[in-house]
């Protein structure tokens, strides 16, 4: 896995990614960050092991948040499903950046596991508007996609 920059999230970056200019309603709140944060730690758990790049990715939610580790774990111990985060998340934008998350959590350990395979396409296929995939060889760029919507949040 290459190194991923932490560079902040420009609004060129916005458009390459989701083909939309910002625009008010648009933007992810607390809570958006927070069931996202809860999806990608039970994705980090499906193979039973968090790997480095996992924990990385998890220990960005948390700065974001600005959450120590007992605060985070009061987050992560909420008990949802992944149908519900869908119905939870406060626009498409969000759920978007959800199942990105999940591709990321998926490809960063570098192993296909089909449960989290399984996981991805569920949630994907939930949206209004499932997103057209990558091949999952190309899912390293959906780690840089959750770093920039991550580094861009104002919350």
């Not at 910002?22 to 992810?28: C, N």
């Not at 709140?29 to 039970?42: G, L």
């Not at 998890?58 to 111990?77: H, P, Q, S, T």
């Amino acid at each position: 896995m290459r190194a991923i920059s932490l560079k902040g999230f420009e609004d060129k970056n916005f458009i390459k990614y989701t083909g939309k200019k910002r625009s008010k309603g648009m933007e992810m709140n607390r809570k958006d960050i927070e069931i996202i944060f809860q999806i990608a730690f039970n994705m980090a758990l499906a193979d039973r092991k968090i790997e480095k790049y996992e924990s990385e990715i998890l220990d960005r939610f948390k700065e974001v948040l600005n959450v120590n580790e007992l605060k985070a774990a009061k987050i992560l111990d909420r008990k949802i499903t992944l149908e519900q985060s869908i119905s939870k998340l406060s626009n498409q934008i969000a759920k978007e950046n959800m199942v990105k998350t999940m591709c990321a959590l998926a490809y960063a350990d570098g192993v296909r596991y089909e449960e989290e395979i399984s996981m991805v396409h569920r949630a994907n296929n939930a949206l209004e508007r499932p997103l057209a995939l990558e091949p999952w060889e190309n899912w390293e760029n959906y780690v840089e996609q959750t770093l920039d919507y991550l580094n861009a949040f104002k919350g």
